[in-house]
């Protein structure tokens, strides 16, 4: 599952450092490194260029099909629900039972948001659980010498077994603040185009004031500003971040990603894809959770209601069409086409360099770009189909419709929906520094040496003109969090950014002459990768603070002689991306304004609660199945011939022979969810677990802007099959106990005594 606004901030950043630095002087310019990229997992294709999605069938379906009658659905824009305004009458006609603020304070409260993930208390003593693709890197981080828990897997026997995990943050939303009406009237008093940049302050201060009202920034408390409908309502979140974790249980990854990136977003699946953390506080004992979520042994059966609880990452569903027309033809299109050039050299890497890349943690990097190319050829594929668009024509139709006949709605928000669409053609006219830049400074998708030389720049620039000390640090910071990576590999990564240069600008562009002067991309890469001193990361800091690193610098030389065509991008964007924004916040009050709670908000990694059934679908030309069981894990395996994707662990071979192969493995729902919702609890109208989510169907990848409850599938593993491992594999009868009567035992000997649960 994947995010798609994190690969787009990346961009977007580095944008807008560039301004800072070309426009300020860069006195005072300080921006955070890019993000990287959210974790999740495909196949590197055969195919660099990217292949335009087949749009036979979705043409000879609008064959068939009058466009100018398709309708919106009335779920178009999905059913993750915020808890400012929880859907009780929704769910009370739905599924004939009346939640109370109780309820919703319960679900609240047992949910926790971890990094790029969703997680869960699931028990009173700390217990958490998620996926075990959102574990990886803290598996791999705790491997000793000589071990690799990523393939061996981990158990904890005892709790003084369970090992300390690094940078761990599990976030509790304790209160929500509606801050819209103070917002909205201070920006009412803001010209348009200066609104962006007062939002981004005013939302500052009122973070500052309630981080010190809540006892400040030592309180443990975490505030954070949380826009919905595009800016039209604002609230102020705040959070019990909890940092002191131990990783409790994980399997190995060939029966947590089983299937591996064949089956990675199909069904039906086989997936164990779970993993256990304990929280502790600050005394070392593990926490008192008084709030969590307890396991119901029973399970589901078809037809059953269900409700996830966790924090999808993003969605574009209230996004204008002429947007997403751009999307489909630009931008989504370019991104693709650089993550599989950049999956292609990955890929080569790991298997010539198998111990390095195991060193370096190459293959969880691998498995999120593979994860991302698969996301966004569904994307784009839906983005094709013009079914698909006539259903969001007509939501958009239907909308305008509603501004046009109010006139206070006409004087406010008349024509902002044809305003967007001129900026979108805008951006359409620079498409050539649109690709050549796609998604730059990504540091799995760009050279790290590039990074560096890109925030030397800014270093230099900021000591020349006397910036403050704290600015400065600030910056060199940019530079200490850009990852450190083979220097082989770097030199292919930054050779393809070159590539990337002379393919969308032309090698007669002056910003290509100026830096290959007659070179081959892979030449100028290994000169500037040799002979840079920021291609060390600490000897870059080192330099940096002391003033050593110059624009002679091959990096930053690098950087300076592709400057002018990245500048006619940033100046596109500083020109539009402001008015974009405006223009989405005006229509996202416009929205609530016509429609108030009816329609949600897009996703924003925060907290939501979505609601479905169990229920297979219709897929080529069958109905699959609303359960899997561990039979057709075994018959998967064998019928693979224990291949690599489908090859089991060592000791799922040989199970005992009390395993139940009826246990269901997985199973499907109509939840609407998306990247972001990994490791989020499914639970029954009692809130008790009854499963973990970790996938969608491939159908349901255009969930990302319109939601088809006929066709998107949350995919989610069984909690019977997680107690049935447990249980009968992994032998952590301390685990299963915790996990289905609440008690705490500390160690394995003591929980073999108590008998089985």
């Known amino acids: 599952m994947v995010s798609r606004s994190q690969f787009r901030t990346c961009s977007q950043k580095f944008r807008w450092a560039i301004t800072l630095l070309l426009f300020t002087g860069c006195a005072g310019a300080q921006v955070g490194p890019p993000p990287p990229v959210p974790e999740v997992s495909q196949n590197s294709p ?75 208390f699931v028990s009173p003593n700390g217990l958490v659980m998620t996926n075990h693709h959102c574990a990886r890197e803290f598996v791999s981080q705790v491997s000793g010498d000589g071990e690799a828990l990523l393939d ?52 500052d201060e009122i973070k500052a004031r309630i981080v010190e009202q809540r006892g400040g920034e030592d309180s443990g408390y975490e505030i954070e500003m949380i826009s919905l409908y595009n800016g039209g309502r604002t609230s102020a979140y705040v959070f019990r971040r909890y940092t002191n974790a131990k990783l409790v249980m994980a399997p190995e990854l060939q029966i947590g990603f089983f299937g591996g990136d064949p089956d990675n977003f199909t069904y039906p699946r086989y997936n164990m894809d779970f993993a256990f953390f304990r929280l502790y506080d600050e005394t070392g004992a593990p926490l008192s959770s008084d709030t969590y979520f307890p396991f119901d042994r029973d399970g589901l059966s078809e037809g059953d209601p269900i409700f996830i609880v966790g924090n999808p990452g993003s ?170 990576i083979p220097a082989e590999l770097d030199v292919v990564l930054m050779a393809d950014r070159f590539r990337d240069l002379v393919e969308h600008l032309g090698a007669d562009h002056p910003a290509v002459m100026s830096l290959l002067a007659g070179r081959t991309p892979e030449a100028v890469a290994e000169q500037v990768v040799s002979n840079s001193m920021l291609s060390d990361s600490a000897d870059a800091v080192v330099a940096l603070e002391s003033g ?25 964007f500083v020109e539009v991306v402001p008015e974009e924004e405006a223009i989405a916040s005006e229509l996202g009050r416009a929205r609530f304004e016509i429609y108030g709670t009816e329609v949600p908000p897009d996703a924003t990694f925060s907290l939501r609660i979505a609601d479905g059934s169990v229920s297979g679908y219709e897929y080529n030309g069958t109905i699959a ?105 992994y032998d952590l009868d301390r685990l299963v106990l915790e996990l289905t009567t609440g008690r705490l035992f500390e160690t394995e000997e003591e929980a073999d005594q108590v008998g089985r649960w």
């Open 548 to 572: 050593g690193i110059g624009p002679q610098d091959p990096a930053v030389q690098a950087v300076i002689d592709f400057l002018p065509a990245f500048l006619q991008l940033n100046s596109l």
């Open 315 to 484: 969605t574009s569903r209230l996004q204008t069409v002429s947007e997403l027309e751009y999307r489909r033809d630009v931008s989504d299109r370019f991104l693709l086409e650089t993550v599989r050039k950049r999956m292609a050299v990955l890929e080569g890497y790991i298997e010539e360099n198998p111990e390095i890349a195991e060193q370096y943690d190459l293959r969880n990097q691998y498995f999120s770009l593979s994860n991302t190319e698969k996301a966004y050829e569904g994307q784009l594929k839906g983005l094709h189909d013009p079914v698909i668009l006539a259903k969001r024509a007509d939501t958009e139709a239907n909308f305008q419709e509603a501004i046009n006949t109010d006139p206070a709605l006409q004087d406010l928000y008349g024509g902002l929906v044809d305003r967007m669409a001129e900026l979108q053609d805008l951006k359409r006219s620079r498409t050539d520094v649109v690709a050549a830049f796609s998604v730059f400074g990504n540091p799995i998708l760009d050279s790290s040496t590039l990074i560096r030389g890109f925030f030397g720049l800014q270093v230099i620039s900021m000591q020349q003109g006397g910036a403050p000390a704290e600015d400065l640090e600030s910056m060199i910071d940019n530079v200490r969090g850009t990852p450190q």
């Open 625 to 729: 199945p609303v359960f899997t069981t561990l039979f057709g894990l075994y018959d998967r395996h064998y019928s693979h011939s224990g291949k690599e994707d489908w090859a089991l662990p060592e000791r799922w071979m040989n199970p005992p022979s009390s395993l139940d192969l009826s246990t269901p493995v997985n199973f499907v729902s109509t939840a609407d969810i998306i990247g972001g919702n990994s490791g989020s609890p499914v639970l029954d109208r009692d809130l008790e677990v009854v499963g973990l989510v970790f996938d969608g169907n491939i159908e349901s990848l255009p969930g990302d802007y319109i939601y088809l409850p006929e066709k998107n599938r949350s995919v989610s593993v069984d909690v019977r099959v997680i107690l049935e491992a447990l249980d009968e594999i």
């Open 152 to 203: 061996q897997g981990f158990v904890a026997e005892n709790l003084e077994d369970e090992r300390t995990v690094e940078e761990f943050e599990a976030d509790q939303l304790v209160e929500i603040l509606d801050v819209t009406d103070e917002v909205n009237a201070q920006l009412d008093l803001v010209p348009q185009d200066e609104r962006a940049g007062a939002r981004a302050e005013l939302l």
């Open 46 to 120: 055969e195919v660099i260029q990217v292949p335009m999605p087949d749009e036979s069938a979705p043409q000879n379906q609008a064959d068939r099909i009058n466009l100018d009658t398709v309708q919106a659905g009335e779920f178009d824009q999905g059913k993750m629900w915020t808890f400012e305004f929880p859907p009780v009458d929704y769910i009370t006609e739905t599924y004939g039972f009346r939640p109370d603020a109780e309820w919703f304070e319960r679900a609240r409260l047992g949910a926790l948001r971890i990094p790029s993930c969703s997680a869960s």
